[in-house]
């Protein structure tokens, strides 16, 4: 006989299924950032790869070339992430998979557009600056469109919770990065350099079609930005005053201090460069998490924040640390003639990826938030902060107070990025609260 349920056991229910189901989601997050970091260490080994293999290969001078169309590539990058990407991650993470797709092939035929567009400026202003640079900025502008599409499609998986398929892309990249690598240093230039780099991009941007079963449609472009416009737009001015800085850093420093200067600062970066390709990238995985939090348990979101900025500073301290017990001949090891130079840079660029990581858990909320305003109002102090910093201290006391400037910019920027998603948890509750009051 089936015992009758009574009034006081019905309400236990929902609160014991929802105790139940808390390990599954804690291990359903915990998968999801397992493979952002797998996919981060994928891309941080390559691009380490890459700066390690062409600083030993072409020396310092042309080094710096290569930095300066590196930094370049960081600003084109941003443009798209800000455009195709980013909106992306905010509105289409963890939706149904046929909202997925259509999204996926409109922000990935965006970045392609963008990688087209911006690639025949390159091609444009190459021949004109001439030297060194001006071949490494005409190979850029060929290879801009396969770098873009195959990194929208890192972003297209981790919004749809298949971090998987964004670590085995990366990885196949880095596969074809070798060969591609050893053709290249037969060569000895930099063109050679950055069109290996990315032809490596080009195979995996073409898998990432065959893993997704989608294809880019730039047709689709220009109904992508007009729906997401008010994301867009104010991505697009953040992510550009962020690498537009460092451009703009790196060219100063160049004019100020001379080309090999950049390449140093450049070598230092690398030294810590797990890091800086982690908070690069590493919206690929927090914003979406950031996102599931803000849909399920909104009062947790701000102590997730804090642990992931916290978590990032930390691991920079300490990696940081160990680089200041190097052996010389290790580091000549790794960067040749370049070590001797960055490693006395090592404690101020520590300190600004340290000061970049705990600002990133902040950037993270805001995102979630969809706080463009106060986001862009973050990164916009933090730009101007890091290229005063950075041109400030070059003028007063060369590369190394280019570097110590950028440190103290750094961590002042981090300062304003967790006040400002202060107020937006707070205007968050409000919101809420007024929403349950309102019949």
Not at 220 to 238: K, P, T
Request: hydrophobic share 50%; net charge positive.
């Amino acid at each position: 006989m089936t015992p009758m349920s009574t009034g006081r056991d019905e309400p236990a229910a929902p609160a014991a299924r929802a105790e139940a189901a808390r390990p599954h989601a804690r291990r359903a997050v915990l998968g999801r950032l397992s493979w952002g970091l797998a996919d981060q260490a994928a891309s941080s080994m390559t691009n380490f790869a890459v700066g390690i293999y062409v600083a030993r290969s072409l020396g310092l001078a042309a080094f710096g070339a290569f930095s300066l169309a590196w930094v370049t590539y960081g600003v084109v990058l941003n443009v798209s992430r800000g455009l195709a990407t980013d909106p992306l991650m905010v509105r289409f993470s963890g939706v149904p998979a046929a909202s997925w797709r259509t999204a996926v092939t409109r922000s990935s035929g965006t970045a392609l557009g963008v990688g087209a567009a911006l690639g025949a400026g390159c091609l444009a202003v190459g021949p004109a600056v001439g030297g060194r640079v001006g071949p490494a900025f005409v190979c850029l502008g060929v290879v801009l469109p396969a770098l873009l599409v195959q990194d929208a499609w890192r972003f297209a998986f981790f919004a749809a919770g298949t971090g998987r398929k964004a670590f085995v892309n990366d990885l196949v990249c880095g596969v074809a990065l070798v060969p591609a690598m050893l053709v290249a240093a037969r060569l000895g230039t930099v063109a050679a350099f950055v069109l290996a780099w990315g032809a490596s991009a080009a195979v995996a941007a073409v898998y990432g079609c065959f893993q997704s079963g989608i294809r880019p449609r730039p047709g689709g472009a220009r109904a992508w930005l007009r729906e997401h416009r008010d994301l867009g737009s104010r991505y697009l001015v953040e992510n550009v005053s962020n690498s537009g800085a460092s451009q703009l850093r790196a060219y100063g420093l160049g004019a100020i201090v001379g080309v090999s200067a950049v390449g140093v600062i450049r070598g230092a970066e690398l030294l810590l460069g797990p890091f800086l390709a982690l908070l690069m990238g590493l919206s690929l995985v927090t914003v979406a998490e950031a996102a599931r939090v803000l849909r399920r348990a909104p009062h947790r979101l701000g102590r997730f924040c804090v642990l992931l900025g916290g978590g990032q500073a930390a691991a920079a301290l300490l990696w940081g640390g160990a680089l200041l017990l190097m052996p010389d001949r290790l580091g000549e090891l790794v960067l040749g003639g370049v070590w001797h130079s960055a490693s006395a840079l090592v404690v101020p660029v520590t300190l600004g990826v340290a000061g970049a990581g705990l600002g990133s858990g902040a950037a993270a909320g805001l995102r979630a938030l969809g706080a463009a305003r106060r986001s862009l109002r973050s990164q916009l102090f933090a730009s101007a902060c890091y290229v005063g910093g950075g041109l400030g201290g070059a003028a007063v006391a060369g590369t190394a107070g280019s570097a110590w400037g950028v440190a103290a910019a750094t961590l002042c920027g981090s300062a304003v990025w967790w006040l400002q998603l202060r107020f937006a948890l707070r205007e968050n509750e409000h919101e809420t609260i007024r929403e349950v009051r309102t019949p």
